[in-house]
């Protein structure tokens, strides 16, 4: 039987979603996680750079067992720019961690967390396109559709954790006029755990090593894209080969390509009491440092933890709000800017900020404290 009342609904069971149902896994709390799919699993070509700080997350979440034989540890990550001086490589080893971070596909990360929903004791309403939220304080509204039928659940807190596709709400969009086209490629050398950041005018290139390949991220102008996706697999490997250089040796192969437009997307409003915003619908990330999902997976953290300090009835209300808020400022706001900071200035062909790159990047391979704290807040968020 679907409830008609519970402590919290969740809405949207991707990633974020499913983490903060097993989170509150001993609440004691009614949840209940609405997705619109039929299932929680999804065919999602997206290769996901999770962190150091997200494994420790998800090992609490008790997923990580489940995901680790997938996940391709990053032991090294090597960041140049395309014509310019400069560069930086960060070593896990250096910086005494057993990897930098690890390469996972979007796929099995989602299926090792919707392996843990069953367990978690939140009703699990599949199929269920939620089509308003009317958030209140003390008990809020959700209308959804189901199998052709238009239902409604109330909850105390609604959480909007559907990506920020689906739900018309007051947003700031900042469009870097960017499309990521996304594939697999093979390099003549084997990757070693070693990835890549490499900034070019056009945009940052990302590659990370996943099994025996590598996961290929490729900024590209939004005017260029089609081109790009329409060459045959050789001219792309060859305009690959000369945009990256050749320290990977020869590209061989490059499968299954697709495109993602790329927004740095925000909230303009704030909270209204009885609705809180993670993951994506909270912020959507240029994936220049592969924040996106660390970050969101941070939110859902720390809302289990606000939950779980508060009482039933402080659910949702102004001063729960605030504490979560409190918590999340730094973090969010760090991950935000330095993301935005890394497009602005990394891709961008101005002579004087070439240098000004170089010397950025020299100066933090050189200097010991810097590069730390550079890694630390990559690996556990900003306020690390
Ligand atoms: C090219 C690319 C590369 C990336 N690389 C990285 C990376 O390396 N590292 C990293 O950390 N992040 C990365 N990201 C970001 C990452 O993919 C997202 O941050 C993450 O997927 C967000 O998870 P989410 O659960 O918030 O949203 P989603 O993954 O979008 O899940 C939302 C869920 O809500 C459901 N839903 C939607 N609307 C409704 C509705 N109306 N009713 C009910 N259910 C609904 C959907 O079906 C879905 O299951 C990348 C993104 C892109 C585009």
């Not at 958030?135 to 909007?160: H, I, K, M, N």
């Not at 099994?211 to 081109?227: F, I, K």
Request: charged residues 20%; proline residues 4%; negative net charge.
């Amino acid at each position: 039987m679907t409830p008609s009342h519970v402590d919290i609904a969740i809405i949207g069971g991707g990633p974020v979603g499913a983490a903060l149902a097993i989170a509150l896994k001993d609440s004691g709390l009614a949840v209940a996680v609405l997705e619109a799919k039929a299932e929680f699993a999804a065919r999602d070509p997206r290769a996901l750079a999770l962190s150091q700080g997200t494994r420790l997350i998800l090992e609490r979440l008790a997923t990580w067992d489940l995901l680790a034989a997938k996940a391709t540890p990053i032991e090294t990550i090597h960041v140049s720019q395309r014509g310019g001086f400069g560069r930086a490589v960060l070593e896990a080893k250096e910086l005494a961690v057993p990897a930098l971070g690890y390469t996972t596909e979007y796929g099995d990360l989602y299926a090792a967390l919707a392996a843990g929903l069953p367990d978690s004791g939140a009703v699990l309403i599949t199929g269920a396109r939620v089509t308003a939220v009317r958030p209140a304080s003390g008990c809020g509204l959700v209308e959804y559709e189901q199998a052709g039928l238009a239902r409604t659940l109330t909850a105390r807190l609604l959480v909007l954790a559907d990506g920020g596709k689906s739900l018309p709400g007051e947003v700031k969009v900042k469009d870097y006029g960017q499309s990521a086209i996304i594939c697999t490629v093979r390099t003549e050398a084997p990757h070693n755990g070693r990835a890549y950041e490499r900034f070019t005018p056009a945009g940052p290139m990302a590659l990370l090593p996943l099994g025996d390949d590598y996961a290929l991220v490729w900024t590209t102008q939004a005017d260029e894209v089609e081109t790009r996706m329409q060459w045959d697999d050789a001219t792309f490997i060859a305009e690959l080969q000369s945009a990256f250089g050749d320290r990977q040796g020869r590209f061989l192969t490059a499968r299954s390509r697709s495109v993602f437009p790329l927004r740095l997307i925000t909230s303009a409003a704030a909270d209204q009491a009885g609705l809180v915003r993670i993951g994506n619908a909270a912020q959507t990330l240029h994936p220049v440092a592969g924040q996106g999902f660390n970050l969101g997976l941070r939110d859902a953290w720390w809302l289990a933890e606000t939950i779980l300090d508060a009482s039933r009835e402080q659910l949702g209300d102004a001063a729960f709000l605030s504490q979560y808020h409190k918590h999340r400022r730094w973090d969010v706001g760090g991950g935000i800017a330095m993301t935005d900071i890394l497009v602005d200035v990394f891709a961008n062909d101005l002579p004087m900020l070439s240098q000004v790159r170089g010397l950025a990047l020299t100066a933090m391979d050189a200097v010991s404290p810097l590069k730390t704290l550079f890694a630390r807040k990559m690996m556990f968020g900003a306020q690390a």
